[in-house]
Structure formats: structure tokens, C-alpha cells
């Protein structure tokens, strides 16, 4: 399989765990958005009956809509049965690092609430420790982003504000905030780093998701691959 095909058969495993009358969460990115186009078919053909979607972005809110998943918010629902996103990053312990689509705060917010939280992967994905590959996005008021970027020298990380590709200027969050991208050599304790980083001023919040992951499947050249807590 190829990657694209990997992203595929993670999506239609995430499909077993959904059933009638159950509240989603809508991760953003390119894998989740195989599931949520899957999960619209179900939905439009009448497999599966009384499921909405709880979208963690504007771009997972069109996509639900577009394919027939009933959208509601998140103050509409008492509870959300389960969340399904992908990740940037996964140590073998299942810590994540999420948000490169910049919608890490919404993410973090439905998926913390999900009774179960399924994450989808190619194995491109894996790593020996968060930090190996990819930077951490953390969400930032914009008038204290320069601040937070010296500030985040303390922690002997570098810092970039997230540049947008078509448009002029810095990438600019749903909720109206910046993006910045902190390089960590290596994360040894990715629990204690990701509360660390949101006591500072200004963070709105930061793309460590420790402890957070139910069950991970990791699509392979042999198939789909299952990690559980």
C-alpha cells in the first residue's frame, strides 16, 4: 500500500468503533477527512442512524456538512462518545504531537472530553521520541508571540511564527491567533513539557497531546496495526 492507501484503510477500520446514536468528534487533516467522507456514506445510506459530528475546525465542519454528517457544536452535546483525528508524531508510549493544520486548541478540547480517543496513522508517522521529526505548534495570542518565542529559549527550544502559504503574513487560527512552530532537541517527559509550555503567558495552548491517546491504528504495507493503552 501506499501512503495514501494506508490513510485510507485506517479511516474505514475507524468506522467499526462508531455506532447509532453516538456523538463524534471530527479531527482536521488530510487522513481524518477519509473518515469523515466514509463516515457521511454510512450516514447518507442509512447504516448507521442518529450520529453527529462535533468538528475541531472550520475545514472538518464544511467537509461533515458537504458529505451529510449532522454538525452540532460542542456546548449542544452533554458528551462526545468518541473523537477521531490523526497526529503529526507518536512515541511509543502513544504521547502525540498534533497541529500542523493549526487546530490544536479545538482538538484538544473535544478530544479530552471523547470517551474513547482514536488516533489514525500512516507508519511514517512513528518515532523513537516526540520532537524527533517535527516541530511543536503552539497556538499564541498575537501581540505576545515575539515574547513567547524568547521565552521559549529557556527551554532550549528555537522558535519560528508559522508563515501562511497562500496568503501574506502569519497563519491566523480559527479562534484568531498565531502559530509557533518550537524545535525541542528532544522531548523526554512530553506530560510535564506540554503543562510546562501552557503556563506561559500567552500560550493559548501547545501540540503535546500526553497521555491522551485510547487506541492508535498505524496503517502498514501489510495492513492496519493497532496500538492500545
Avoid at 81 to 110: F, S
Avoid at 192 to 206: A, R, S
Amino acid at each position: 500500500m501506499n501512503v495514501e492507501e494506508m490513510k485510507k484503510a485506517v479511516a474505514k477500520e475507524a468506522l467499526k468503533f462508531i455506532e447509532d446514536e453516538m456523538v463524534v468528534g471530527l479531527g482536521t487533516g488530510s487522513t481524518t477527512a477519509y473518515f469523515i467522507k466514509y463516515l457521511g456514506k454510512l450516514i447518507m445510506e442509512g447504516e448507521l442512524e442518529d450520529v453527529y459530528g462535533v468538528p475541531t475546525s472550520h475545514q472538518a465542519r464544511l467537509l461533515a456538512l458537504e458529505v451529510g454528517i449532522p454538525v452540532v457544536s460542542l456546548d449542544e452535546v452533554d458528551a462526545i462518545d468518541i473523537a477521531v483525528d490523526g497526529a503529526d508524531e507518536v512515541d511509543p508510549h502513544m504521547n502525540l504531537i498534533k497541529g500542523r493544520g493549526a487546530a490544536l486548541t479545538m482538538e484538544k478540547i473535544i478530544e479530552y472530553r471523547a470517551g474513547m480517543f482514536i488516533v489514525l496513522v500512516d507508519e511514517s508517522k512513528l518515532v523513537e521520541y516526540l520532537g524527533q521529526k517535527m516541530p511543536v505548534p503552539i497556538e499564541v495570542i498575537p501581540a505576545a508571540w515575539r515574547a513567547i518565542a524568547e521565552e521559549l529559549e529557556v527551554f532550549n527550544a528555537t522558535a519560528e511564527l508559522r508563515m501562511a502559504v497562500k496568503k501574506d503574513g502569519p497563519v491566523v487560527t480559527d479562534n484568531g491567533n498565531f502559530i509557533l512552530d518550537a524545535k525541542f532537541a528532544r522531548i523526554e517527559d512530553p506530560l510535564d513539557l506540554e503543562i510546562e509550555l501552557n503556563t506561559i503567558p500567552g500560550v493559548v495552548e501547545n501540540g503535546i497531546f500526553a497521555d491522551i491517546a485510547d487506541i492508535i491504528l498505524v496503517g502498514t504495507p501489510e495492513g492496519v496495526k493497532r496500538m492500545e493503552r
